[in-house]
């Protein structure tokens, strides 16, 4: 029965969802015109937000009004959610539903055609891609060797295990794009989690753009969009399941790494990294609090709870009203009721009971503008604490999956199939809530309950889709391996309560291998694998300092410190400049719209003599905080190279780009200290972090990359690798 009403909701969904559709050059990259690779690139302000390590300055919600609207902002996607676009939607959603069901079983029989072509020549029906985001070899190896890691130990002694290289720089958003395409970041256009307006030098999203309806009809103070707001996917090049769906064989993407929005092939995805929250952010929690004190949270917002008799009363801030002039934020008023020691939640007519240190259930929460539109969301919530203030912890407004006010599917309804399905779930890209964990709003115990509620999630697609999927690839990345890895590396050495969490991790994903090896037949090949390894970050380096202790950079007033983004910076005689946590970029004039230095042989001396100035840093007890500083211009070759860093810092253990510095902040100090809960990371030198590659099959090839594997599951299908391609078949 419940498969017939998922059946059911897919076939209505199909007509009825948002028809959106994502803006995605998709073309491999000898289609693609010099003068066209721009094309669309939005420049857009409001909501922003760093993903990844989560590069966010947000002050206290209560005095946020105050301050300039671009200092408030996120670097998230892009601004405004338009909620759905246009009047048009319902009725075109109407004649496709129709058209679908109409052209239903010739859609059938063609892909039966197609896929009875595509598995003519293949040596496999079915691949399997297992992605543990950060699983370390190092790691690996030593608990594989004390038999902790048995299914992991079976795979390498009956295939083959090896490290596997990774991208420069080894940053997630980076690396899963040279897994999807087979090309260096230099053909798929994604260098780091950021990159940087060459007008303004704001940071933004480097992996996708949100934009605002074109056309818009004023009324009064009333703003209706006569048009779908756009979407951009800035990865390029195209993705393996892409070429194999056009040879007719299938694949089930599941929560791949700069995957949003969802392009169009022959398959289903659910997009992962990059994904916003309901607020257009990356992922925003909200502490709601009876405590009198100011807080600034680097990420995250702290609201007032107004208490009487028993009764606490708040509100939770969702997206901007974009029907409205001045675009404010729509708001949903909620009451907890204590008593006699319980709690309960009343929130749009609904109750929902709070046990402290305990999480609800997802909650879903309607936003409705001021003409009636709504979007949907879901939360969970948490108390945090009782007495003598009362403190309650929501999770970041997640895009309902049955209910997305933004495509984070393909076909749309996918997401809303899986939920029907399997229940609701995390959408946003980064849903392990490590912010939360480095203000201390949450703590460990809870961040750990969350994380595996995630993982739990997760597990439930892939083993769904490993049940339901006989031929072609399923392919699914899990986060969970990376993030307790970045909040407890701290604790690996430690005699704390969680001493033994990275291990047990560990232990878990072994099991989920374990898993995926047990759905697996002889004509499948499974691939077990990692972006990159782990190391511990106790130190940061904040480049912009650097650069202004020697020269390079300047600030107004002779000042010594600047605000984030560049606040302060004089760039009439800057001629470098940080953001991010790769690199950093020379000032180039006629490339920046300040620039001041000439391009060709100027810029190469300078570029010579900053690295080997930088190469040359030492910490205050001699410790070089730097290995090697790369020009890019020398690891990469392809037609997005001018949007590259013009550098790539490799770090040695223990140091990475500090906070500050990652959102273009001069800091007084060059190198201090690591205070947060955020202790592991690899945004250092490449060579310290190599992933990991376990197969079913014999992997034979010298020094594998993560390049490799696009080229090898077209290889295994029975296809040759396009020449654009610079990844090599593994077997």
């Given amino acids: 029965m419940r498969w017939c009403c998922a059946a059911l909701v897919c076939v209505l969904l199909w007509g009825s969802l948002p028809a959106q559709r994502a803006r995605v050059p998709c073309r491999h990259l000898e289609e693609e015109p010099n003068g066209s690779r721009r094309r669309g690139a939005l420049v857009l302000r409001g909501s922003w ?9 947000v002050q206290p919600a209560e005095s946020r009004p105050h301050l300039d609207k671009v200092q408030q902002a996120y670097i998230g ?3 405004g959610f338009a909620f759905l676009g246009s009047f048009l939607t319902l009725v075109a959603g109407f004649f496709l539903s129709a058209l679908s069901l109409v052209l239903w079983p010739f859609r ?10 595509g598995f003519r020549d293949a040596q496999v029906r079915r691949i399997i891609f297992l992605g543990l985001d950060g699983l370390d070899p190092r790691l690996t190896e030593r608990w594989m060797a004390e038999g902790k890691l048995p299914n992991l130990a079976r795979l390498a002694a009956e295939g083959s295990y090896t490290r596997l290289r990774t991208t420069f720089p080894a940053l997630s958003p980076v690396a899963w794009s040279t897994f999807a395409t087979g090309v260096s970041p230099a053909r798929h256009n994604i260098f780091d989690f950021l990159d940087r307006n060459l007008k303004s030098y704001l940071p933004r999203l480097s992996s996708a753009r949100v934009g605002k309806p074109e056309r818009v009809l004023r009324i009064g103070r009333l703003r209706i969009p006569l048009s779908r707001p756009p979407l951009e996917l800035r990865r390029k090049s195209q993705t393996f399941w892409k070429i194999l769906g056009q040879q007719g064989i299938t694949s089930t993407i599941l929560r791949v790494p700069i995957t949003f929005p969802p392009e169009k092939f022959e398959g289903r995805l659910l997009s992962a990294m990059s994904t916003p929250d309901l607020k257009g952010t990356q992922g925003s929690f909200a502490q709601f609090t009876t405590r009198v004190e100011k807080a600034t949270f680097e990420n995250g917002s702290r609201y007032p709870l107004r208490s009487a008799a028993g009764v606490f009363e708040g509100e939770i801030e969702g997206p901007e009203d974009s029907f409205l002039e001045s675009s404010p934020p729509l708001r949903i008023p909620f009451q907890v009721i204590a008593q006699n020691g319980d709690f309960e939640l009343r929130v749009q007519g609904r109750r929902c009971r709070l046990t402290p240190g305990e999480y609800t259930a997802w909650q879903r929460l309607t936003f409705r503008t001021a003409i009636g539109a709504s979007a949907a969301g879901l939360v969970r919530f948490m108390v945090t604490e009782t007495a003598p203030d009362f403190s309650l912890y929501m999770s970041p407004i997640n895009i309902d999956p049955e209910r997305p006010a933004l495509p984070i599917s393909h076909p749309s309804f996918y997401a809303a199939y899986l939920a029907n399905l399997l229940g609701s779930y995390a959408t946003v890209g980064m849903a392990e809530d490590t912010w939360a964990l480095n203000e201390g709003v949450i703590d460990e115990d809870a961040f750990l309950e969350q994380a595996w509620d995630i993982f739990a999630e997760r597990e439930g697609m892939f083993l769904h889709a490993l049940e339901s999927t006989r031929r072609g690839v399923v392919a699914c990345v899990f986060d969970t ?3 307790i890895q970045h909040m407890f590396y701290r604790r690996l050495h430690s ?5 033994g969490v990275i291990e047990e991790m560990y232990r ?7 898993k995926a090896l047990a759905a697996a037949d002889d004509s499948t090949a499974v691939f077990v694998l990692s972006d990159h390894g782990f190391c511990a970050f106790r130190r940061g380096v904040n ?8 020269g390079y950079l300047h600030l107004k007033n002779g000042d010594r410190e600047s605000g984030s983004f560049f606040e302060g910076v004089d760039w009439s005689r800057t001629r470098a400049y940080a953001l991010g946590l790769g690199g950093f970029y020379l000032n180039v004039r006629g490339r920046e719209a300040q620039g001041v230095v000439a391009a060709g042989a100027a810029a190469t001396q300078l570029k010579q003599e900053i690295a080997e100035k930088l190469a040359a840093l030492c910490d205050a007890d001699g410790a070089a905080p730097i290995r090697n500083v790369y020009a890019t211009a020398s690891l990469y070759r392809g037609p997005y190279l001018d949007a590259a860093p013009d550098f790539i810092v490799g770090y040695n253990e223990g140091y990475r780009c500090s906070w500050d510095g990652a959102v273009g902040k001069v800091a007084e100090q060059v190198i201090e200290d690591n205070p947060k809960a955020w202790s592991g990371d690899h945004c250092v030198d490449p060579a310290l972090v190599p992933g990991v590659l376990f197969s079913n099959r014999r992997i034979t090839a010298a020094d594998p990359g993560i390049e490799d594997l696009a080229p090898t599951a077209l290889r295994l299908f029975g296809f040759e690798a396009p020449a654009w391609m610079e990844g090599k078949a593994l077997l």
Avoid: E, F, Y
Wanted: charged share 30%.
């Fill in 108 to 117: 059938v029989a063609w892909r039966a055609i197609r896929r009875r072509k």
């Fill in 495 to 499: 005699t704390s309560k969680h001493a």
């Fill in 508 to 514: 878990r994903m072994d099991a989920l291998a374990g």
């Fill in 543 to 550: 480049l912009n300092a650097w650069l202004r202790d020697n």
């Fill in 77 to 79: 996607p892009g601004a």
């Fill in 49 to 57: 937000k760093g993903c990844g390590p989560a590069l966010q300055r």
């Fill in 481 to 483: 391996s990376d993030r």
